[in-house]
C-alpha cells in the first residue's frame, strides 16, 4: 500500500524525531495541572470544523487564564481577530465548559472510550473527533482522531470505499479500521495521526 511506504519513508527521515518529540509533550501532560488540561479542551473546541493553526495562536494569545475567567466578549474578539470561525458559538461553548475546570480530575480514573463518552455527553461542541483530539493531547494513545485529512487519505488509499457521514456507528467503525493500520505499522494510533497529518498537510501539529 502507497500510504504505508509513505509513512515508512517518514520513519527514516528527519519527520520521525519530530514526532517522537510531540509524543513526549502528550505523555508529559499526565503531570500539568487541570488548568492547563481545559486549555487543551478549549483548544480542541476551537478545532471543530475550523483550522488548528489558527486555533492554536488562540491559545497562545488567550492561555489557560484567558480560557479560564475572561469574559465572553474577550474570548470571542480573540476569535474574530484571529479570522477563526464560528466566534461567537466557540466562545459559548468555552466559557460554559468552565463548570468542567476541573477536568482532570473528573477523567483520571476512567478509560480512554469511557473518557471520550463523557466528554462528548457533558462539554458542547464536542463530538467524537474532538473529544478523541483532546484525549489524545493529554496522554492517551489509543483513540483515533478522525478529522478531513486523516479520512481523506483513507479515502485516497482505498481504505474508505467512501466519505461516509461520521455518526457515532460510522466513526467507530472507521476507528478500528485506522487501530488495524496502525497495529500493521507497528505503532500507536497517536503516531499514526501525526504522521499520516504530516503527508497531508507538511506540518507535525497537535
Sequence with gaps: MKLIRNI???RESRVKSIVKKRLKEFESFKNKPSKEWF???????????????????????LGAKGFCSYYFRDIRNSIKKNKHRFHNNKAKYITEARCHVDIKQKLKSMKDTEAREWLIKNIKGVGYKEASHFLRNVGCKNLAILDRHIINLMH????????????????????????????RLSMSPAELDLYMWYLKTGNVLK
Design 8 to 10: 515508512n519513508e517518514l
Design 156 to 183: 485516497e488509499n482505498r481504505i474508505l470505499k467512501q466519505k461516509p457521514n461520521l455518526t457515532k456507528k460510522n466513526y467507530l467503525k472507521i476507528e478500528e479500521k485506522f487501530k488495524n493500520l496502525a497495529v
Design 39 to 61: 486549555s487543551e479542551l478549549c483548544f480542541c473546541i476551537l478545532t471543530a470544523n475550523s483550522k488548528a493553526v489558527t486555533a492554536l495562536q488562540i491559545q497562545k494569545e
